[in-house]
Nanobody, 124 residues
Framework: QLQLVESGGGLVQAGGSLRLSCAAS????????MAWFRQAPGKEREFVAA????????YYVDSVKGRFTISRDNAKNTVYLQMNKVKPADAAVYYC?????????????????WGQGTQVTVSS
């Protein structure tokens, strides 16, 4: 059984940086696409970024393009989200998720496994 555990969330000042990690255990992530989603209070879960199984293709929601970078280290069974120039609108619980296939996926129902989330709070 795959388990995903996010870490790295916390309080960050607007304009600052944060790196989220998603560590997997139970089996390898290396053949599946991965993504980050986020959910702010009172809002629906939103796609943020995705990466394919080998890590050579990525895709971002427009609001984070140029500021966030998704990456993966298959040897470490870990996916990352580097968040730069963070804005108050980025405040949310961030979830990593494993897709059912190795390619880029962006819809929540394309994902089989989810982590428990890590809170990102942005001070202005």
């Amino acid at each position: 059984q795959l388990q995903l555990v996010e870490s790295g969330g916390g309080l960050v000042q607007a304009g600052g940086s944060l790196r989220l990690s998603c560590a997997a255990s139970g089996r390898t992530l290396s053949v599946y696409g991965m993504a980050w989603f986020r959910q702010a209070p009172g809002k629906e879960r939103e796609f943020v970024a995705a990466i394919n199984w080998i890590g050579d293709r990525t895709y971002y929601v427009d609001s984070v393009k140029g500021r966030f970078t998704i990456s993966r280290d298959n040897a470490k069974n870990t996916v990352y989200l580097q968040m730069n120039k963070v804005k108050p609108a980025d405040a949310a619980v961030y979830y990593c998720a494993e897709a059912r296939v190795g390619t880029i996926q962006t819809s929540w129902d394309d994902f089989e496994y989810w982590g428990q989330g890590t809170q990102v709070t942005v001070s202005s």
